[in-house]
């Protein structure tokens, strides 16, 4: 699971939900999402040894009609693994 809100949302980002225009919240971009099903291709230690994730991911427009398919290297503590039964534990 990847939590986009964390990866790619921002406080410049955050808007009062009544002055965005009502297509920008039907086909903009949700990433204020949180646990997002994904896929990971890869790990990789940076030289400062923090861990990288290397993960596929979709985010979905904000009326849930389509969406963008995301593949980028992204920090661990925006990754956590699922167990067989779907349960969440840190990656």
């Known amino acids: 699971m990847v939590d986009v809100n964390m990866l790619l949302g921002s406080r410049e980002d955050a808007f009062r939900l009544d002055t965005v225009p009502l297509s920008v919240k039907s086909f903009g971009l949700n990433i204020f999402t949180t646990d997002t099903p994904g896929l990971l291709h890869a790990w990789a230690q940076t030289t400062r040894r923090a861990w990288l994730a290397h993960v596929s991911f979709p985010v979905s ?4 009609r389509a969406h963008l398919s995301i ?21």
């Open 71 to 91: 593949c980028q290297w992204c920090p661990a503590r925006c990754v956590t693994a699922l167990d067989a039964c779907g349960a969440g534990f840190l990656a």
């Open 61 to 64: 427009t904000g009326d849930g």
